[in-house]
Nanobody, 127 residues
Framework: QVQLVESGGGSVQAGGSLRLSCVVS??????????MGWFRQAPGKEREGVAAIDSASTPTYADSVEGRFTISRDNAKNTLNLQMTSLKAEDTALYYC???????????????????WGQGTQVTVSS
């Protein structure tokens, strides 16, 4: 059974940086074909896509994080990363990684297409 576990969240001041990681277990060699994504949900708000990366490591970003966040994957280690820089107070949220097992469309950070989710890691940015 595939499981996703996020880490790396924490509290940081505005302008700071954090690096999130997601370890995918139970997928074997299938991980390399997954569309992987990062999502976030702030209190009282809908879950929103942050970034996604396809099997060829082509990234896609939400406009709100373009130029500040970098998504990457390591298929040898079954891991997904999100490097976040120039953090803002509005980046405060619970961050989730997610996997789409059989992507049939371009890999985009749209929540409805993803099959498996982690439990999330909290990011708090103080201004």
């Amino acid at each position: 059974q595939v499981q996703l576990v996020e880490s790396g969240g924490g509290s940081v001041q505005a302008g700071g940086s954090l690096r999130l990681s997601c370890v995918v277990s139970g997928s074997g060699y299938s991980y390399s074909r997954y569309c992987m994504g990062w999502f976030r949900q702030a209190p009282g708000k809908e879950r929103e896509g942050v970034a996604a990366i396809d099997s060829a490591s082509t990234p896609t970003y939400a406009d709100s994080v373009e130029g500040r966040f970098t998504i990457s994957r390591d298929n040898a280690k079954n891991t997904l990363n999100l490097q976040m820089t120039s953090l803002k107070a509005e980046d405060t949220a619970l961050y989730y990684c997610a996997a789409e097992f059989w992507p049939s469309a371009p890999c985009r950070p749209l929540p409805r297409g993803f099959d498996k989710w982690g439990q999330g890691t909290q990011v708090t940015v103080s201004s």
